[in-house]
């Protein structure tokens, strides 16, 4: 009796824990913007950038699984303004596969499935298509005109 008392109380706390697991497998993150030279056009709200191998210092920098996108939402300021999220499309779980912000720059799409994410409220959760996981965000401190992005 006591043995399933105590799986019965694991197995609620393991439910209720909050860490969602990504379907994205774990890659390094690290970016330092800046946003008074080469990234100033992140300054204005709804301004989004895309980081890649392709366009990175990759001896320093490091772009996660797909990609990094980072974008600067209309909630809050500093570093609740500014949101970073692996361009990996969560269904599709496929570095090659990176989501594309769209001409409003309010929603992610993925071009393979098709599902949508809103991008607005910083919260890169599935509004459409098959995906039901929000896109992988990854933490961002702002220092004086700095976003540090890493994981």
Do not use: W
Not at 36 to 42: A, G, I, P, Q, V
Request: charged content about 20%.
């Amino acid at each position: 009796m006591k043995r399933l008392l105590f799986c019965l109380i694991a197995f609620a706390i393991n439910s209720c824990d909050k860490t969602a697991i990504s379907s994205i497998p774990y890659s390094l993150v690290y970016l330092e913007l800046d946003l008074t030279f080469e990234d100033k056009d992140l300054v204005p709200s709804l301004a989004y950038k895309i980081y890649t191998p392709q366009n990175i210092n990759q001896s320093i920098e490091k772009t996660g699984f797909g990609g990094v996108l980072v974008y600067h939402g209309v909630n809050g300021t500093g570093a609740d303004a500014y949101y970073a999220f692996d361009l990996a499309c969560p269904l599709e779980a496929d570095r090659l596969v990176r989501v594309e912000v769209d001409d409003e720059h309010l929603h992610a799409v993925c071009p393979k499935c098709q599902s949508t994410y809103d991008l607005i409220f910083g919260l890169g959760n599935p509004v459409s298509g098959p995906s039901r996981e929000q896109l992988k965000p990854y933490p961002v401190v702002v220092s004086g005109n700095t976003l540090r992005i890493r994981n």
